[in-house]
């Protein structure tokens, strides 16, 4: 895993948005896995000014979106499908119809994961998938556990996931109990992986990931076993890794 950290926030979105960038610009007709969460934003800004700059063009992009959160609408303003159509599909020349996020007002949860599973091995695969890191190491929203889940599922979110999130709900009720998520297994068939993590808050996960050993309840640490990874942090949440 190759781990770059840098000054701070601004400087991790340009290097992130570049990195998106050159995968773009080698193969205008890629597909990128995308997160939602707050580390992406500054990221999905930069690549809206170069888009609208006129120096990358989604227009033949593919996505797919890590995970949702089971029971609400693409409209209600908490789902993932809202912040991404909010922070890049809707500023960009991306055709909306090639964008997709896991069904969340599906209520037929083996119906939404096997649809999304196949629509991601029909389209052959992601070439480039963009991670956060949960304070307890998950990705997507593959909390640690016994196993590595393999495919897209439906997951029950953990007590500190809830209170997590909570912060962009009116109250702590209104934070959805369960979501849709990409597995293990459709992650790491990415081609290539870029994460990102800020703040001081990550830095003791930000170690355990990098230097901790490969268990499911890290569920990031299997990155270890991915051959194209890197990991973009601000000097916070790398002040436990060196260079
Ligand atoms: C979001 C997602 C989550 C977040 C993680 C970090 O689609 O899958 O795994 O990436 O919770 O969130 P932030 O960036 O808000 O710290």
């Known amino acids: 895993m190759d781990l770059i950290i840098v000054d701070n926030y601004e400087e991790l979105s340009q290097r992130a948005a570049d990195i998106i960038a050159s995968c773009v610009e080698a193969d205008p007709a890629c597909t990128l896995g995308l997160a939602t969460g707050t580390s992406p934003i500054g990221l999905y800004a930069k690549l809206v000014e170069k888009c609208q700059a006129g120096e990358i063009s989604f227009k033949d992009v593919t996505t797919f979106n890590l995970d949702e959160y089971r029971g609400l609408n693409p409209e209600h303003n908490q789902s993932y499908r809202y912040f991404m159509n909010h922070h890049l599909f809707d500023k ?23 649809i999304y599973e196949q629509l991601i091995e029909r389209n052959g695969g992601i070439d480039l998938q963009l991670l956060g890191l949960g304070h307890n190491g998950h990705i997507g929203f593959n909390e640690p556990q016994d196993d590595f889940p393999a495919k897209t599922h439906l997951v029950q979110l953990t007590q500190r996931t809830i209170e997590a999130n909570s912060r962009l709900f009116d109250s702590i009720d209104d934070v959805p ?19 990102v993590a800020t703040g001081s808050s990550k830095a003791q996960i930000v170690h355990d990931v990098m230097y901790g050993l490969v268990t499911p309840q890290v569920p990031a640490s299997i990155l270890k076993f991915h051959p194209n990874v890197t990991i973009i942090v601000d000097k916070e949440a790398g002040a436990l890794c060196q260079q």
């Open 92 to 114: 960009v020349d991306i055709n909306k119809e090639a964008t997709h996020v896991p069904d969340g007002a599906d209520p037929d949860a083996e119906h939404a994961c096997a």
């Open 177 to 195: 109990r369960e979501a849709y998520t990409m597995g293990i297994g459709t992650i790491m068939a990415a081609r290539s992986i870029l994460l």
